[in-house]
Nanobody, 120 residues
Framework: QVQLVESGGGLVQAGGSLRLSCVAS????????MGWYRQAPGKQRELVAE???????NYADSVKDRFTISRDSAKRSVYLQMTSLKPDDTAVYYC??????????????WGQGTQVTVAS
């Protein structure tokens, strides 16, 4: 069974930094795209950053120049380095991955989420 497990969330003061990690476990062929999403109370889930298997990245305008996404394919992991955090960044952050289970068969998986709270 494929699982994504996030870690690294917590409480931080505005202007501080946090690093989120997500690791995939289970049996599968390979991981395609990976990304981070977030959902604040009363708001829809939104894309924060994504990275392809080739390393191409894409960021939400609100986090450009503050957040950096990276991945380590050998470790089946994706990371989100967050700097200059703002109270508006407070949300539950979810890891997502498009996993190729077998040739021609892929599925989107989600982690359980990790809370990030930025105090003003």
């Amino acid at each position: 069974q494929v699982q994504l497990v996030e870690s690294g969330g917590g409480l931080v003061q505005a202007g501080g930094s946090l690093r989120l990690s997500c690791v995939a476990s289970g049996s599968f062929f390979r991981i395609s795209d990976m990304g981070w999403y977030r959902q604040a109370p009363g708001k829809q889930r939104e894309l924060v950053a994504e990275i392809t298997s080739g390393g191409t990245t894409n960021y939400a305008d609100s986090v450009k120049d503050r957040f950096t996404i990276s991945r380590d394919s050998a470790k089946r992991s994706v990371y989100l380095q967050m700097t200059s955090l703002k109270p508006d960044d407070t949300a539950v952050y979810y890891c997502a991955a498009e996993i190729i289970l077998n040739i021609g068969f892929k599925r989107q998986y989600w982690g359980q989420g990790t809370q990030v709270t930025v105090a003003s």
